[in-house]
């Protein structure tokens, strides 16, 4: 039993040495284990977790994307050059004009897809729906929301087999290449549309969510409720929300 006790001793001492370090987690991915001593408004300084020599290291905060704390605050660092982070949106400049809820139709008179840029945010995966168009024409638009466009890839295809179908019956040879070349070509159309939509779409949500951003912020609380024996506290988690 003592043997027992020592061994639990120990596991929540190595817990709480374990928890007791903050995070900075860099933009490209990097972890440093530290104990962040302030955050200025260009600058973040700490020292290093695993280290007793004392020396007070800076970072600058557009390296930085965010702070692990130790009490369980996670703090998202912004930079401070620009609105809008590269990492996540791309470089591309926001559109002025959109509103929720536009469909492809509208939206391709405001986004050149040809203006696309990769990023973190990324909703809809361009190669991802153009391989499902190929497989079932129209399958890449309804999953970029566009149902009635790709149905309408998907009827026009249909169409083509029902009338290679028919030409075969009839011994038609001229009239099944026709209709095999027109489904063929409705299969590639709807796998270049399909690329199309979804990068429009990805660059129309990453607008959005810049117009709208919140910033969140989650930390451990203690709140007090009403029991049948009186007030007791309870631990939980408050979330603040920025707008």
């Known amino acids: 039993m003592k043997r027992l006790a020592i061994i639990l001793a120990v596991l929540v001492l190595t817990s709480l040495t374990t928890s007791a370090q903050d995070l900075i987690v860099k933009r490209n991915g990097e972890e440093i284990r530290t104990k962040v001593k302030a955050v200025g408004p260009d600058t973040i300084s700490y020292v290093l977790y695993d280290t007793d020599d004392g020396v007070v290291y800076t970072i600058m905060k557009g390296d930085v994307v965010l702070i692990k704390y130790q009490d369980g605050r996670n703090e998202v660092i912004k930079s401070n050059s620009s609105s809008y982070d590269p990492l996540l949106y791309g470089t591309r400049e926001p559109v002025a004009g959109i509103r929720p809820g536009m469909k492809y139709r509208e939206l391709k008179e405001y986004y050149n897809h040809k ?104 930390y451990p609380s203690v ?21």
Request: hydrophobic share 45%.
């Open 223 to 243: 709140n007090y409720i009403k029991t049948s024996s009186g007030i007791q506290p309870a631990a939980g988690l408050t979330l603040a929300m920025r707008f």
């Open 115 to 218: 203006e696309y840029v990769r990023g973190l945010i990324q909703h809809h995966n361009p190669a991802g729906v153009g391989v499902g168009s190929y497989f079932l024409p129209g399958l890449g638009q309804m999953i970029c929301g566009e149902g009635w466009r790709g149905g309408a890839y998907l009827a026009g295809w249909l169409a083509s087999l029902t009338c290679q179908s028919i030409a075969l019956q009839q011994d038609s040879e001229p009239a099944y290449l026709i209709c095999a070349a027109a489904g063929a070509a409705i299969r590639i159309c709807s796998v270049v549309d399909a690329v199309r939509v979804a990068k429009v779409k990805n660059m129309y949500e990453r607008d959005l969510m810049r117009m709208a951003s919140v910033d969140m912020e989650l």
